[in-house]
């Protein structure tokens, strides 16, 4: 059975991507990593794609004079590579709805709380602020809108007595690497069913 061609979208470390290519690394895993692209040079998560023996890509969105034609860049690279499913890995830009529209369906993210609570950025200062008992990680469809695709899996971590911005994101950093790859290898089976938030699938 073929294994599904996942693109992963970066701008940084790669530690979410470092999960997802341990998770393809196991031969009945059904998804692969066929193509990783960084819109900033030099980041830790291409060492990563590299030592994997995975392609990479540099597509630096300073080199376009709009989000258009970054995006166009990003979106011919994805297709030049016969890419399936594209996964959002800390990719800081924001991405144009002509994108988005031409991977509906097949573009996911993982975000750093329990939405739809606490979009955008800067989610752990939101949610220690709010003092929550608990706070996590969601993976879900993206949409044009910010953080509101349909939800596929979450994760919730306790949110301790003593937390600051850092222990709470390291707690739920743990929690994006389980349910990364498990969000994947469901939708790759095809056992995803995406829910809204009142009928959330939690892990």
Not at 2 to 23: C, F, H, W
Not at 111 to 132: D, R, Y
Not at 144 to 167: F, K, N
């Amino acid at each position: 059975m073929a294994r599904l061609k996942v693109g992963v979208l970066i701008s940084g470390r790669g530690s979410n991507l470092q999960a997802l290519l341990d998770a393809c690394a196991a031969p009945d895993f059904p998804a692969e990593i066929a193509l990783v692209i960084s819109n900033i040079p030099e980041v830790y998560g291409l060492e990563r794609a590299a030592k994997a023996g995975v392609p990479t890509a540099v597509i630096r969105h300073k080199d376009y004079a709009s989000r258009a034609e970054f995006d166009g860049a990003v979106d011919a690279r994805l297709r030049a590579a016969g890419i399936e499913l594209v996964c959002l890995a800390g990719f800081m830009r924001l991405l144009s709805s002509g994108f988005v529209e031409g991977w509906q369906g097949r573009m996911i993210n993982i975000h750093p709380s329990l939405l739809p609570n606490f979009k955008g950025l800067h989610t752990h200062a939101q949610a220690l602020a709010a003092g929550v008992k608990l706070h996590g990680c969601t993976v879900h469809h993206v949409t044009a809108a910010l953080d509101d695709g349909p939800i596929i899996l979450q994760a919730a971590v306790p949110v301790l007595p003593g937390d600051d911005e850092d222990s709470l994101a390291a707690r739920v950093l743990v929690a994006e690497h389980r349910i990364y790859p498990l969000a994947l290898r469901l939708l790759a089976g095809g056992q995803a069913v995406a829910c809204d938030p009142a009928g959330m699938l939690i892990a």
